[in-house]
């Protein structure tokens, strides 16, 4: 049995994340149709999915006013516009894959959960990192009881200096209506509460506020980086070195282990680059330029006068300290009791020298620690009764959730056949975001918000 699907949001998440599992492996379903806003995304993921016109749709509302056309809707818009298409697909009868967050506050969240419920059908939240290879091998760990009884976790995202200035200072998550915690850290949060094995009772929280703001600035920086800015050489936030350089891009890359080989050539690539680029060696510079994440957010010219143009008069080429309307966090700390004892410690933070996660489980018999990195990682077990330390193999990942993407959406669609649970149901998702609003709400007021009392303030009635 194969199923259809419809995609809602045709950007990024929309276009590569999932659906292209279904280029791959065609027997397990196709996409017939969807729905965007944007022309030009239409028309991509239409040439991509072998979709007429007449299968594209400008919004959801036109699509889901239709009577159900396939079994399931994948439910990629932004972040702010991810309730009311969801809602509308369970009452036109279709099974949802819904991108994070579920909701920015709790009714919202519940009314999902509830209307899931109502309809009968199966609604997954996109919690890649269940599947990534480090964390799928270290919940299976604890469940084997290798650790013995879990003690405590300590967790951290640790978001590069130079991601944190394109996506949360210049970008479309600068402001904090969106929280910081919820819109990247939901999936951390969802870690720990399936790591611990129970809900959390009692949430603490604190929040240390951006650096980059207009009293920092530093002397001489102009509007524009483009412009002359005598820090250039200096500043880790320069928006001509992170685009049209792609300084610090390679400079993550070449940190990289594994795939074999692509550290030292990330290395050399970043050294010789701008010579080649100036001089333009059998026309390199048309095919050293890369136009996907992060460049690809800044202009849909993908020209060099585009982009400059672009990094001239948008705020992506804004000096990081002058944007002026972004107030997302520099870092925020959590700290959970779960309703089982176990104690977790969560960081969230924007400086560091690579994009990565670490993690550490101690139990009673053992303990495990790890990073996961964009494409690789690595994990260690010690046993404490015999001293042995021993590494266990993590595969290389290439679809940047650490190897999560395409097993997730096999389980959605197993789910859909066999009426089986779904990876990451929508209620067992709501209680990773419990803990972020309990996290916003002990951040604002200093108090601990003991969850097992009461609901938090967000959305609540």
């Known amino acids: 049995m194969t199923t259809t699907g419809v995609v809602v949001g045709a950007g990024d998440r929309g276009y590569d994340a999932y659906a292209r599992l279904l280029l791959d492996e065609p027997d ?3 996409i017939i149709a969807a729905a965007d806003p944007d022309a030009g995304r239409r028309e991509r993921f239409a040439r991509r999915y072998s979709l007429g016109a007449e299968d594209c749709f400008p919004g959801w509302e036109e699509l889901f006013e239709r009577p159900r056309m396939a079994d399931y809707a994948i439910v990629a818009t932004g972040d702010t516009h991810h309730v ?3 809602l509308a697909a369970l009452a ?5 894959l819904l991108e994070k967050p579920m909701a920015l506050d709790e009714k919202d969240c519940r009314r999902i959960v509830d209307a899931a419920a109502r309809a009968d059908r199966v609604v997954a939240v996109c919690h890649v990192y269940r599947y990534s290879h480090v964390f799928a091998r270290l919940h299976e760990l604890i469940s084997s009881g290798a650790l013995g009884d879990v003690v ?3 967790q951290s995202e640790n ?4 991601h944190y200035a394109h996506s949360y200072v210049r970008g479309h998550t600068r402001r904090s209506t969106v929280p910081w915690l919820l819109q990247k850290s939901c999936h951390d949060l969802d870690l720990l509460t399936w790591m611990a094995g129970a809900p959390a009772a009692e949430v603490s929280s604190f929040i240390r506020p951006t650096e980059l703001t207009d009293a920092n600035v530093p002397d001489g920086a102009p509007e524009y980086c483009i412009e002359g800015c005598p820090h250039s050489s200096t500043c880790p936030y320069d928006a001509v070195a992170t685009y049209r350089e792609l300084t610090p891009v390679l400079g993550d890359l070449a ?9 030292p050539a990330a290395k050399v690539l970043r050294a010789v680059r701008p010579t080649l680029m100036e001089r333009d060696v059998a026309g390199s510079a048309h095919r050293l330029q890369w136009w996907r994440w992060p460049v690809a957010a800044v202009t849909d010219d993908h020209t060099p006068e585009g982009l400059d143009r672009a990094l001239r008069t948008t705020r992506w080429g804004r000096c990081a300290y002058r944007v002026g309307d972004n107030d997302q966090p520099s870092a925020q700390t959590v700290s959970i009791r779960f309703t089982n004892g176990v104690l ?3 960081t969230l933070q924007s400086n560091s020298h690579r994009t990565m996660r670490s993690v550490r489980v101690d139990g ?3 303990s495990a620690w790890g990073e996961l990195r964009a494409l690789d990682g690595w994990l260690k077990v010690a046993d404490h009764r015999s001293g042995k330390v021993r590494s266990i193999r993590i595969p290389t990942a290439f679809d940047g959730h650490g190897g999560g993407e395409h097993p997730l959406f096999r389980d959605f669609l197993r789910s859909i056949r066999t009426g089986t649970p779904p990876p990451v149901s929508a209620a067992e998702s709501f209680e990773s975001h419990r803990i972020a609003f309990a996290a916003m709400d002990s951040a604002s007021s200093g108090d601990i918000v003991r969850l097992d009392q009461a609901e938090t303030t967000h959305g609540a009635d």
């Open 84 to 86: 009311e298409p969801t």
């Open 364 to 366: 009673t018999k053992g």
């Open 28 to 30: 397990l379903g196709r």
């Open 92 to 96: 036109a009868g279709y099974h949802v």
């Open 344 to 346: 977790a410690n969560f």
């Open 255 to 263: 940190m990289a282990e594994r795939p074999v080989g692509l550290g």
């Open 152 to 154: 405590s976790i300590q």
């Open 159 to 162: 978001v590069a200096f130079w």
